[in-house]
């Protein structure tokens, strides 16, 4: 069913409790399971469509689900997100995995795409996530995702500027962005994000391949 050989599997699962360690989160075993079996999806699908070009196990493990559940750590009291250009789910369903009672929705442009993300939804036996077919554009005038979000982040979707203009019209008014960033972050930082937003950038790295990460926090000005 999947090439993850069982060495395979104990490298991943070690990564995970290391990597979520170094990061102070605890990672339930049973949390664990789930992500293995989207590792073992992830690898076989990837053959068929391309969701990811990390193929290495140790790699997966810290480069998708280590930077994913990172984001929980800066998150408030959110109880609706919305993964904008989710891809192969990430971060949106590890964070899904990591926070269960958070009501999640999954965006992305491609339909194959979004057939594994529903395929991942089913199988993890997830509850109140939900995966969509669109274009972010063609969804800002649709009533039922309009300012109904308390949260909009997105992973290495478009910048920061952009993602910004996409993603406001699904805030609600007490919303917050989340940008999930690589090392030039600060480069995307312009006059107009910082007159709408209070900003708060982040600072965090991926604890194996020292990778410099940053999750910039826009919190909507009244």
Known sequence: MNDLS?????????????????????????QIDMMILYAKELVVWNKKINLTAIKEPLLIAEKHFIDSIAAVSFFGNETCLMDMGSGGGFPGIPIKIMKPLLKVVLVDSSQKKVNFLKHIIRILHLENINAIHARVEGLRGEERYKNKFDAVISRAFTSLSNFEILAF??????????????????????????????????????????????????????
Do not use: C, W
């Open 169 to 222: 019209p699904f805030l609600n008014k007490e919303g917050t962005l989340y940008a999930m960033k690589g090392k030039h972050a600060d480069q995307e930082i312009t006059p107009g994000i910082l007159k709408k937003f209070d900003l708060q950038t982040n600072y965090y790295q991926l604890p194996f391949e020292k990778s410099d990460r940053y999750m910039i926090k826009l919190t909507i000005k009244h």
């Open 6 to 30: 069982e060495q395979s599997i104990r490298e991943f699962t070690q990564r995970i409790k290391l990597g979520s360690n170094s990061l102070n989160i605890s990672v339930l075993d049973h």
